[in-house]
């Protein structure tokens, strides 16, 4: 449960929660099905990436519309980093920042990003950017909104990616528009 302070003594109860996502991923144990709750109406502010460094963790907002937990990056950073097999992103809505590089950067197989909004304002240039080791990507049911002119790609697939899946998502760009695609793959990025 994510919310109020980053110790020990909190994160286990709903009226105790840690303050940081970033933080009580540190708290799971790899592969052992950690589920992380974000209440609804959180707000983080991040200056530094959160880190999916732990195998097998879920991360699952409560609330719904607005209410849902909020993560907004600050500074030239990815948002949320994956570099851990097997997790699950659902229902956290990423709001728009101009000089963030990516609100979700997948570095890693078996990712899930579920139920969530994008946002993206002159920035970033990309909402999702996989990287090499990003295999078995499912992005479902999540919707990508432009807020203002200036974005790039809403999923932008790098390299060395095989057997991604995108399904039941809406790229709404109107008015605004989106400068090149909505999914760009570089040449030989994507296979299966």
Same mark, same amino acid.
């Given at each position: 449960?994510? =919310?109020?302070?980053?110790? &020990? ?18 708290? !799971?144990? %790899?592969?052992?099905?950690?589920? #992380?709750?974000? +209440?609804? &109406? ?5 200056? +530094?990436? /959160? ?10 907002? #409560?609330?719904?519309?607005? =209410?849902?937990? %909020?993560?907004?990056?600050? &500074? ?5 980093? *994956? ?27 078996? +990712?899930? *990003?579920?139920? @969530? ?15 090499? $080791? &990003?295999?078995? +990507?499912? *992005?479902?049911? !999540? #919707?990508? #909104?432009?807020?203002?002119? =200036? ?8 390299? @060395?990616?095989?057997?991604?899946? /995108? %399904? @039941? ?19 030989? %990025?994507?296979? $299966?």
């Amino acid at each position: 449960i994510v =919310g109020v302070d980053d110790s &020990g003594s909190y994160g286990y109860r709903p009226e105790r929660p840690f303050a940081t996502w970033d933080y009580a991923v540190g708290q !799971c144990t %790899a592969s052992r099905g950690d589920t #992380l709750v974000i +209440l609804p &109406g959180h707000a983080e502010t991040v200056t +530094l990436a /959160i880190t999916m460094d732990v195998a097998g963790v879920r991360v699952i907002g #409560l609330g719904e519309g607005r =209410g849902r937990p %909020a993560i907004t990056a600050s &500074g030239a950073i990815d948002a949320v980093t *994956v570099t851990a097999a097997n997790c699950r992103i659902h229902n956290i809505r990423f709001v728009a920042a101009t000089s963030v590089t990516a609100q979700i950067n997948v570095a890693a197989a078996d +990712l899930v *990003v579920s139920g @969530g909004v994008l946002e993206q304002g002159a920035g970033p240039l990309t909402a999702m950017t996989v990287a090499s $080791g &990003g295999n078995r +990507l499912t *992005v479902k049911d !999540c #919707l990508f #909104l432009g807020t203002a002119a =200036g974005p790039d790609f809403a999923i932008d697939f790098e390299a @060395g990616v095989s057997n991604p899946t /995108i %399904a @039941g998502c809406t790229f709404n760009y109107s008015p605004n528009d989106i400068d090149t695609a909505c999914i760009r793959a570089n040449a030989n %990025a994507v296979s $299966g």
